[in-house]
Nanobody
């Protein structure tokens, strides 16, 4: 059974930074693409960023491009989301997720992921 545990959320002022971490249990972490999603109050969950299984490629939502950076350390079974120049509209619960298939391409749709973390709250004050 795979478990994903996010950490690093909190309250930050606009313009500040946070780094989220997501540690995965289970085997073969290094063979799956990983993604970050977020859900703001009253809104649907949306894609934020994805990183290929080997870290060779990343993809971002337009709303965070140039401000957020996704990375991974396969030796630690951990994926990160560095968030800089935070805005009030970045306030949301952030979730990490594991792709359904191994060695796959970049994935942006929720249905392409099968394991999800419990989420971590990020609040940006303006």
């Amino acid at each position: 059974q795979v478990q994903l545990v996010e950490s690093g959320g909190g309250l930050v002022q606009a313009g500040g930074s946070l780094r989220l971490s997501c540690e995965a249990s289970g085997r073969a972490f290094s063979t799956y693409a990983m993604g970050w999603f977020r859900q703001a109050p009253g809104k649907e969950r949306e894609f934020v960023a994805c990183i290929r299984w080997d870290g060779s490629n990343t993809y971002y939502a337009d709303s965070v491009k140039g401000r957020f950076t996704i990375s991974r350390d396969n030796n630690k079974n951990t994926v990160y989301l560095q968030m800089d120049s935070l805005k009030a509209e970045d306030t949301a619960v952030y979730y990490c997720a594991r792709a359904r298939d191994r060695y796959g391409r970049i994935k942006v749709q929720e249905q392409e992921y099968d394991y999800w973390g419990q989420g971590t709250q990020v609040t940006v004050s303006s």
